[in-house]
């Protein structure tokens, strides 16, 4: 896999024209795009990740111009979100204009939009002079990626470059929030926090019903968790009760609290984590955590991490995107 440096974006425009996927970095974790008028590369996407086609991908704009080619009836309340947080870790969902092809929005008839604030995101998709359709760059069943190894782990030889950005600052993905609902409700909590979009429009947020979060059905998969079990404990004189009655194992171990031999979580480094317990072919994974004392993202993808993680592979693991 080519690694193109920030300075040649141009090179990455070519690839992509000649119909090569590229992964490149936002400023919450890396993305695998395509233009959003190509529906081959598109259909590459879901493909080479191995994501069910029933799990939509986000348009990222570079400019607010762009979004009415993609998305009609757009509420006042998006342009208030999009003045205060637009470049930014938030993805907004809207009404799809049909003529935008069903394989991004997942046959939905709504279309989630955000502009990323990474000057090489940016870039490229002025250089394409079109929007880009992007999810994490990372395969079925991998947490997403936050640096250019965990792209080449999960697609060498499989696409041709990667824009190097270093590591994201972020690390976990956008908030994504729902504007096509009667009130507005997050579908995926991220950095920018519910009391955030609150305070912006000055309206309550109701909680997701079931059947709204079965629209964002990316929330629901197992690529939050890395192989081993998570098992969680809320001090240290618990886990070392656990630890005396249990047979040995090749165990990692984390906490979201300063502690010595501990691996310190937090959104930016997460999924990196996941990865090394991966590749250290962990047996267990203690996290050493009051849970409901986090914030909400991290809580919201620990949370999920510790609930795959118990359950067994699934029998058809290419399911789990
Ligand atoms: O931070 C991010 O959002 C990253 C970077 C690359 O921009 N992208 C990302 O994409 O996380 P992906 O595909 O891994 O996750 C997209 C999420 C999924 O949970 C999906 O179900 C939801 O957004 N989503 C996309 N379009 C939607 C729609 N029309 N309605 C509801 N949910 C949608
Ligand atoms: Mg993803």
Redesign the pocket.
């Known amino acids: 896999m080519e690694i193109i440096q920030p300075e040649h974006i141009n090179r990455a425009v070519t690839i992509v024209r000649q119909g090569g996927l590229i992964a490149f970095p936002?400023e919450?974790?890396?993305?695998l795009g395509a233009p959003v008028s190509n529906e081959d590369l598109i259909k590459k996407i879901f493909l080479i990740k191995g994501r069910p086609a029933n799990?939509?991908?986000?348009v990222?704009i570079s400019d607010l111009n762009q979004v009415q080619s993609l998305a009609f009836n757009i509420p006042p309340t998006f342009y208030r979100l999009a003045d205060q947080f637009f470049p930014g870790?938030l993805?907004i969902?809207l009404q799809?204009r049909p003529e935008i092809s069903s394989l991004i929005?997942?046959g939905?008839q709504?279309?989630?939009v955000?502009m990323?604030k990474h000057p090489i995101a940016l870039e490229l998709i002025k250089g394409l002079d079109e929007p880009i359709v992007?999810?994490?760059?990372n395969l079925s069943g991998k947490p997403?990626s936050t640096c250019v190894w965990h792209v080449i782990q999960d697609f060498e030889g499989k696409i041709p470059a990667v824009i190097d950005g270093g590591s994201c600052e972020y690390g976990i993905?956008?908030t994504?929030v729902?504007l096509t609902t009667p009130s507005p409700c997050i579908?995926?909590p991220?950095c920018i926090s519910e009391d955030l979009l609150e305070d912006a429009l000055g309206i309550a947020f109701k909680k997701a019903t079931k059947m709204e979060k079965k629209?964002?059905?990316?929330?629901a998969y197992r690529h939050y968790a890395p192989e081993a079990n998570i098992s969680v404990f809320e001090n240290l004189h618990i886990l070392e009760t656990y630890l005396d009655q249990k047979e040995r194992k090749k165990r990692f171990f984390m906490s979201t609290e300063n502690l010595s031999g501990f691996y310190l979580v937090n959104p930016s480094n997460l999924y990196a984590l996941f990865r090394q317990a991966n590749e250290e072919n962990a047996e267990e994974i203690i996290l050493v955590s009051c849970l409901s004392r986090l914030e909400p993202a991290l809580k919201d993808r620990l949370e999920k991490a510790i609930f795959y993680s118990q359950k067994p592979t699934p029998f058809n693991h290419n399911v789990q995107a």
Do not use: C, F, M
Request: charged fraction near 15%; charge should be positive.
């Open positions: 936002t919450t974790v890396y993305g799990n939509p991908l986000i990222h870790p993805t969902v799809k929005s997942a939905q709504t279309i989630a955000r990323p992007a999810p994490s760059a997403s993905e956008s994504v729902d579908l995926r991220g629209a964002s059905p990316g929330t």
